[in-house]
């Protein structure tokens, strides 16, 4: 069996994706819920009666949002980096800069991806987001040590919408280093926040198992991707 197909995790994108639990079975959906309408009040305004300006903008804003994901989900990065774009000049934050530089990797461009991440990041330093991004960028580099040095301020900022990531990632980084203790302990400290992903429970015993016989020697054959 290839090893990249034993360390396969989707990753969803600045709380977009939403989970949910049917029957036992954890289904994502790349949808917005109603509570990030700006408001209730704004929800029942929308028919019939004339929203105010501030109003509109609020709802072309994340209308937008939904369109650029739906069209990263068909592929096509071109109208996705558009409409996301457009709904950074309605509202400049840090999520739509993020999403911005997101849309510019997966075009390849990983300067401009990591050009518009420190905007992201001078915006708003407290936002954990950028920092992940940045490290995944060097990640994607090869840069292993640089990028776990990113990881590790994702962990200590005050807001992140996924606490897990810079963990997974920082473990992706060190299967690379072949340190696979170490990416062993990071994916349990994820786990911690994502007690339901269980490709991450799998992952987890697939390590503990081939480091009980290899004793973190050459029999690990990881090859680091989540993706």
Known sequence: MDSRDELKIQRPRLGVLKQKNIKGAVIPSFSLDEKDFASSSLKEKILPKILNFEDQKSIKYIRLIKQGHKHVLSKNHNLALEMFERANKIKQTTKTLSLISWVHSLKGDLEQAKAICFKAIELNPEQGTPYNDMGSFL???????????????????????????????????????????????????????????????????????????SKEGPGLDFQGRLD
């Open 139 to 213: 990640l994607q580099d090869s840069k292993y040590h640089e990028a776990l040095d990113w990881f590790k301020k994702a962990k200590s900022a005050k807001f992140a919408t996924n606490r897990e990531y810079p963990y997974i990632n920082s473990a992706r980084a060190y299967l690379q280093l072949k340190q696979y203790r170490k990416a062993l302990s990071e994916f349990k400290k994820a786990v911690e926040f994502v007690p339901y992903q269980k490709d991450l429970h799998e992952i987890i015993l697939k390590l503990k198992y081939r480091l009980k016989f």
